[in-house]
């Protein structure tokens, strides 16, 4: 039984998508797949709303955001649940991947907002100092499309979305059709703050209506999701010669040195690899250890991994593979790991008896010649390897197509930081892992497949505007020295000012830069 399957059609001729919780099978709801002109005319209502919306000071926006965070904490049982149902996901994990980032967000960007986004004063350098002025305005873009995975089907709505109503933007999400009513939530409870209706908009579908949205005449696409769909969203913002942000798929290594804390390693190797049912974009694909340290490490995460308790409800650790069209994905490279030699320590298989889960394994003896290693699995999976050294272990995280996060297990933390360097990822974390999109200050993007642009970080909120320089002369008179018409006497005095401010020693102190 699918998680999600198509209906008979609405009598308007519609499609429609049933909702089924991955841990019970049980119905959840369904949706009414938003068609074309239901996107265009969302985009127009969308757009009348945004003038206005960018009339509101930023102070107030910021005001308005904020307080959403009331409702939400007020609130959170009921997203909560339907976080759970939608996705089978744990409720710890909920609240401490979906609620408390949620929080931080509204809380972390609205207090942003009025230092980011209005207008500065800035200093022109050398010659034209005495002549200019400059004044940054950040001029929202207009609607956004905002298109969301599964994994984290409220966070990841939720941090994109304020980020771009804050900066003055109307958005238009589109959620996973996998949890749509999670989705919905982050619109329910902004608008429920004040954010006006026409602002902040949801339409419902997959693939389709993503389509939709990325060629109906929007300003900007903020996209979350796997690297296929993000190359087709480029390619099409391409053709529109419009900006996005894709934050990709990730098949992130973890380094453990010689030197590492092996409790904490072998703990943060498990939680990181099952997290989430391991549906998370920067958790941990792949183990790298060196050897005289493997031994130890892999007996601690075997002996971890033996205890997890899997299902539904709130006595597990491990919850549900959220869509069915993960299973497959999640078995095949376990067979053609084992097919390759690897050795299935604990799991390795599913369990579909009640609904959809795979049993946390941990496999061992793995290499880069098995698909476990090469693609993103997405599953409840420890994959260790051992390799001679740390160089090794660098050579190896790199030898990937992707490039999202990674981290390096040491107490040696400028050893770390070093390693860190030398990773091609688009963050590391030492002694954690799965951290990078829940530190705001902290650009969060991936190198390679895993994504172009950046998500978070200091001056995400200016990404969702045009930074337009506004020039003011300075000065009243009639006309500029090189105004026409050009004679020798003006090509004298450029040529002399060339001179003095780029050919004697002035430039050498620094007057003029
Ligand atoms: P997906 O690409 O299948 O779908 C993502 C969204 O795009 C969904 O809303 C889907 O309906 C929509 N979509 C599908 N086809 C489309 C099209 N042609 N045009 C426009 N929209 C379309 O991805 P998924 O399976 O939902 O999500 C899992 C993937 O997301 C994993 O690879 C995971 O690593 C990645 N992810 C990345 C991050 C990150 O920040 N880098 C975070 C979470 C998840």
Not at 127 to 156: A, D, E, Q
Not at 212 to 220: D, F, I, R, S
Not at 345 to 352: I, P, Q, R, S
Not at 489 to 495: A, F, L
Request: aromatic share 6%; charged share 25%; net charge negative.
């Amino acid at each position: 039984m699918a998680i999600v399957e198509p209906l008979a059609d609405t009598s308007e001729g519609r499609r429609r998508l049933g909702i089924r919780s991955p841990a019970t099978r049980e119905p959840v709801g369904e949706i009414v797949v938003s068609r074309r002109e239901d996107v265009e005319a969302a985009i127009v209502k969308a757009r009348d709303a945004q003038r206005e919306w960018a009339r509101v000071t930023i102070a107030e926006r910021a005001r308005i955001v904020r307080s959403t965070i009331d409702i939400l904490v007020e609130r959170r049982d009921e997203v909560v649940e339907t976080i759970i149902d939608e996705t089978g996901k744990t409720r710890l994990e909920a609240l401490m991947m979906e609620i408390v980032p949620a929080c931080d967000y509204l809380n972390f960007w609205s207090g942003r907002a009025v230092e980011e986004l209005s207008d500065e004063k800035r200093k022109l350098h050398g010659y034209l100092r005495p002549v200019k002025r400059l004044i940054m305005h950040y001029r929202p873009l207009g609607v956004i499309g905002v298109i969301t995975p599964w994994n984290g089907p409220f966070s990841l709505a939720i941090n994109p979305t304020i980020q771009a109503v804050l900066a003055g933007n109307a958005v238009l999400l589109k959620p996973s059709e996998v949890a749509p009513y999670s989705g919905d939530w982050a619109i329910k409870l902004l608008r429920e703050a004040g954010v006006p209706e026409g602002v902040v908009q949801t339409v419902h579908g997959d693939g389709e209506t993503g389509a939709a949205l990325v060629n109906g005449g929007v300003q900007k696409i903020s996209f979350t999701g796997s690297v296929s769909t993000g190359k087709k969203i480029a390619a099409a913002c391409a053709e529109q010669l419009i900006p996005y942000s894709l934050e990709l798929g990730g098949k992130d290594a973890m380094i453990v040195c010689a030197d590492a804390d092996l409790e904490r390693a072998a703990g943060g190797a498990v939680f990181n690899s099952m997290l989430n049912s391991g549906h998370v974009c920067m958790g941990v694909e792949r183990v790298y250890v060196v050897e005289s340290v493997a031994d130890e490490l892999e007996e601690r995460i075997a002996n971890i991994v033996r205890e997890l308790r899997y299902g539904a409800g709130d006595d597990v650790d491990v919850g549900a593979v959220f869509w069915d069209r993960q299973l497959p994905i999640i078995e095949r490279h376990i067979e053609d790991a084992k097919t390759k030699g690897a050795e299935i320590v604990v799991g390795g298989e599913a369990d579909t008896t009640n609904g959809l889960f795979y049993k946390p394994t941990f496999v061992r003896n793995v290499d880069h010649s098995m698909e476990l290693m090469r693609e993103e699995t997405f599953g409840p999976i420890v994959s260790v390897m051992r390799v001679k050294d740390e160089e090794e272990a660098i050579r190896l995280a790199n030898d990937s197509h992707y490039g999202l996060s990674g981290s390096v297990w040491t107490r040696d933390i400028q050893k770390g930081i070093e390693i860190a360097k030398r990773m091609e990822t688009g963050s590391v974390i030492i002694n954690d892992a799965s951290m990078a999109y829940g530190a705001p200050e902290a650009p969060f993007g991936g190198m390679k497949d895993s994504g172009v642009g950046h998500v978070n970080g200091l001056g995400a909120l200016r990404s969702y505007t045009h930074q337009q320089p506004i020039l003011i002369h300075r000065w009243a008179q009639k006309r500029e020295r090189v105004w026409y018409p050009h004679t020798p006497k003006t090509i004298e005095e450029i040529d002399g000012l060339i001179r003095i401010i780029y050919g004697t020693a002035l430039k050498k102190l620094g007057f003029f830069s």
